[in-house]
């Protein structure tokens, strides 16, 4: 995930845009369009309402993904407004190759714990860590469904034992996982032990459990003394 400035704009707007479905949702419907499309034409596409739309639209123009224009009508009468992606979608293929060459190398010549050292190195960069005694079980939860939210990974959190469950619905990474797990999985546990670190001040352990099934990972939280729980 990159972290970038854009226009002025704060460094979460751009891929927070992403981090709510019907947003992603709409995007890949006027991604896949032919043409530029109207806010009912979205809302019959993807069975969200119109208001709904028209919001996240909002976001989307605003983070850059999506560009706004008003098309003139062959009769009297204001313009409508129509929608279309401002990338087209497949600039994301350099970006895929990229990553299985580095994946690739690291999994040839890094050691063990190396994609974990990785993992915490990135998250020590992009987030500031939280006053010593001010985080706890719940504080640190939301904080790691946040930022897997904002990553893709479709998150959903149930109290589970004596701690808390974070169902990871969504690899958006499974291709490079499948051929590179102990890279690609040890850098998610390293991204999700030092955001637990960070947002509890040490006082909550996290546990991830790899592709539980072909589309699930589970991430285990618990405060310290009480277990991870089974």
């Not at 972290?3 to 890949?28: C, E, F, H, K, N």
Request: charged content about 20%; hydrophobic content about 40%.
């Amino acid at each position: 995930m990159l972290l970038v400035y854009i226009g002025g704009m704060p460094p979460d707007a751009t891929y927070g845009a992403l981090a709510v479905r019907s947003r992603r949702q709409l995007l890949d419907v006027l991604r896949a369009a032919e043409h530029q499309l109207d806010i009912p034409a979205l809302a019959d596409a993807t069975g969200l309402h119109p208001n709904t739309v028209r919001f996240h639209l909002d976001v989307l123009v605003q983070a850059g993904f999506v560009e706004e224009r008003r098309q003139q009508r062959g009769t009297r009468g204001r313009p409508r407004m129509v929608y279309g992606p401002t990338m087209s979608g497949r600039s994301g293929d350099g970006y895929q190759l990229l990553a299985e060459v580095l994946v690739s190398h690291l999994d040839q010549t890094a050691r063990s714990n190396d994609a974990e050292a990785a993992g915490r190195a990135w998250v020590r960069r992009i987030r500031p860590a939280s006053p010593a005694g001010h985080g706890d079980l719940t504080a640190a939860t939301r904080t790691v469904a946040a930022l897997f939210t904002e990553m893709g990974f479709d998150p959903a959190t149930t109290v589970h034992g004596r701690g808390n469950r974070i169902a990871l619905r969504a690899c958006p990474f499974r291709a490079l996982a499948d051929q590179h797990r102990a890279v690609v999985c040890g850098l998610h546990l390293g991204l999700l032990k030092e955001t637990v670190d960070q947002a509890s001040a040490g006082t909550v352990r996290a546990e991830l459990l790899p592709f539980v099934r072909p589309d699930l990972c589970i991430a285990d939280l618990a405060t310290i003394g009480h277990g991870v729980p089974e």
